[in-house]
């Protein structure tokens, strides 16, 4: 029996009932691949922000550090902005546990209805650099709060950081074996500094890869061609501004952001990577039990497949696709009336059978 060590961070909003969703699908699958999972639950988020002044202890990260995987929920409240909620919990972890590599795949599943209506024609990641760029928290104010402020914000691009991404990008490219095509996306033409450094690394990674097409694209056409071609998109490498707005749309030209899973990963595995739904708590449905789980089970399939476990990450996503193509379940995001335990339970049952 392989045992994992899981930090499950719930967090706010629907968190609270995406997280025990999947939860219940690792506990259905944990025997069925010789597998448990030592869970170790935190109460981090608003609530602990509204009683300590911040959204997680000082000694967070280091209660992270051993295990082997987090799964996360979500962090936002309408009552907190959300630059401290973000800044005070997922950015840190994001950066301290150096996971550089933001995988968000998109995949139109049988039975889900896109807005482009092209049914099974979208399967592409993107892959979001997700520790410097334009999140690095560089800059400051002058003249706070006064009338004449000033406020600096600075993207921060380093050859190592560009590097690593990007490669990965084209060994994602090249273990996927679908298109085998890489898109980088940069604004390179107005950023003439860090996105010129991206463009050239990127060149220079390229070379390395012969057997890997690749595209160059500004974002503002990427936007454009996401809608006008997603067929043609097979992995895209983006900054981290850049990776979170494009991830955005590919997710809901494949039905809903309630079916998007993401993953933090630290590919050279010295730290616990992090699993989420790329949604946030969307406090305007929180509570109600109709919140689409199938984003956090999907996060939990690839954090057992980074635990070793493909097969059962691969049974976790077969279960999700069987569900959305008998279409009996579902939840209000794609038209349907179902509640977040029923969709979970039908997850389930096809895991079991
Ligand atoms: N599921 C995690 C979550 O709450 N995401 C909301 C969000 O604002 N994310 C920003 C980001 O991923 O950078």
Do not use: C
């Amino acid at each position: 029996m392989q045992r994992f060590s899981i930090a499950v961070i719930p967090g706010d909003g629907v968190g609270q009932e995406v997280v025990p969703a999947a939860l219940r699908v690792l506990e259905a699958i944990g025997p069925r691949y010789d597998a448990s999972f030592d869970l170790k639950a935190f109460d981090w988020g608003a609530d602990y922000y509204f009683h300590h002044g911040r959204m997680m202890p000082a000694d967070a990260l280091e209660q992270l550090r051993p295990m082997d995987a987090i799964l996360l929920g979500a962090v936002g409240d309408p009552q907190i902005p959300d630059h401290i909620t973000l800044n005070g919990l997922l950015l840190p972890i994001r950066r301290a546990f150096d996971q550089f590599a933001n995988v968000r795949p998109a995949i139109l599943y049988d039975g889900v209805p896109s807005p482009l209506a092209r049914p099974g024609a979208i399967d592409m990641v993107v892959v979001r650099e997700n520790t410097e760029g334009e999140y690095a928290q560089v800059g400051g104010f002058v003249y706070h709060h006064q009338p004449e402020e000033v406020a600096i914000q600075t993207a921060v691009f380093t050859r190592r950081g560009i590097d690593r991404v990007v490669r990965f990008a084209f060994e994602l490219a090249r273990k996927r074996n679908k298109q085998r095509r890489v898109t980088s996306i940069t604004k390179s033409n107005a950023q003439g500094f860090g996105m010129v450094l991206w463009d050239r690394a990127f060149q220079a990674v390229a070379s390395e890869y012969p057997d890997i097409e690749t595209e160059s694209l500004l974002v503002d056409a990427a936007a454009m061609n996401f809608i006008r071609r997603p067929e043609s998109f097979d992995v895209v490498v983006a900054s981290n501004l850049f990776g979170d707005i494009l991830s955005d749309v590919s997710a809901i030209l494949t039905g809903s952001i309630g079916l998007a899973p993401s993953a933090n990963l630290d590919p050279t595995r010295r730290f616990p990577s992090m699993f989420e739904p790329v949604h946030g708590s969307a406090p305007g449905i929180a509570g109600r039990g109709i919140v689409n789980p199938l984003a956090s089970i999907l996060s939990a399939g690839m954090m057992l497949e980074h635990l070793g476990l493909e097969e059962a990450g691969r049974s976790v996503e077969r279960a999700v696709a069987g569900v959305l193509a008998e279409g009996k379940f579902k939840t209000p995001d794609l038209g349907g009336t179902s509640h977040t335990n029923e969709v979970t339970s039908a997850v389930i049952d096809r895991i079991a059978g």
